[in-house]
């Protein structure tokens, strides 16, 4: 079946490092691909998506590429700032499909 | 608008007790579901909803129930609760399907002793 996966944490960096979260998948076809945050104490919130190979999402300054060669999606931002401390999610569904499926999460810590 | 809401936010249980977690939007959403987040888990589908009196289940769907007597509400009920369920549980709703951007409510953590 389809599944993501994603590396793990905590990651733990100083403000305006640059991050990197890997996500690769496995799944037939060509699913529609996502990166969901969530912040402490929150539910989950959508951050980007795309939803097509060699699409590109972005949004807050995070960026991500679906990458159909190497089946990943990860997520990257230039310079970090301590407001982005929170959990951040991979996730992927087939076009014609019903349900989410969530990779493990990456807890990311910025200090200043 | 309030988006998604979810009651209680905190719960705690005996072995064996029934509840039911409440979810509703009003975003005139089709498509709900809920779902699980455990610790080193991430979240699991526990049954979905692509409509009024539509349900189905998810991935990991024993020893909940859930029905979809109207667009705005979803409720999840444990019928007889074991210590395993013991989590964390998001209702999440969108326009029509997974494809789409979901809203997640606040979660409610539920404890089973």
């Known amino acids: 079946g389809d599944s993501v996966t994603q590396m793990e944490g905590p990651v733990t960096l100083s403000e305006e490092a640059c991050l990197t979260i890997?996500?690769?998948?496995?799944?037939?076809?060509?699913?529609?691909l996502f990166w969901y945050v969530q912040y402490p104490g929150e539910g989950l919130q959508l951050l980007l998506k795309?939803?097509?190979?060699?699409d590109k999402g972005s949004n807050k300054g995070f960026e991500a590429t679906y990458r159909k060669e190497t089946t990943s999606f990860h997520l990257e931002k230039g310079s970090v700032q301590v407001s982005d401390s929170a959990v951040y999610f991979c996730?992927?569904?087939?076009?014609?499909?019903?349900?989410?499926?969530f990779g493990k999460g990456t807890s990311l810590l910025v200090t200043p | 608008n309030a988006g998604v809401t979810q009651t209680p936010k905190f719960q705690v249980l005996k072995t064996g007790q029934s509840m039911t977690l409440q979810c509703a939007q009003d975003?005139?959403?089709?498509?709900m579901s809920w779902y699980r987040q455990d610790p080193g888990m991430g979240l699991r589908l526990i049954h979905y909803?692509?409509?009024?009196?539509?349900?189905d289940q998810g991935e990991v769907p024993n020893g909940y129930n859930v029905s979809r007597s109207t667009t705005e509400d979803f409720p999840l009920r444990l019928l007889s609760a074991a210590p395993s369920q013991t989590s964390v549980y998001f209702c999440?709703?969108?326009?029509?399907?997974?494809?789409?951007?979901?809203?997640f409510g606040p979660g409610t953590r539920l404890t089973v002793l």
């Open positions: 996730a992927l569904t087939q076009n014609s499909g019903y349900a989410l499926n």
């Open positions: 975003m005139n959403h089709e498509y």
């Open positions: 795309a939803t097509k190979a060699d």
């Open positions: 909803s692509v409509g009024a009196g539509i349900t």
């Open positions: 999440a709703s969108s326009p029509l399907r997974a494809t789409d951007t979901q809203y």
């Open positions: 890997n996500c690769t998948y496995t799944a037939t076809g060509y699913p529609s």
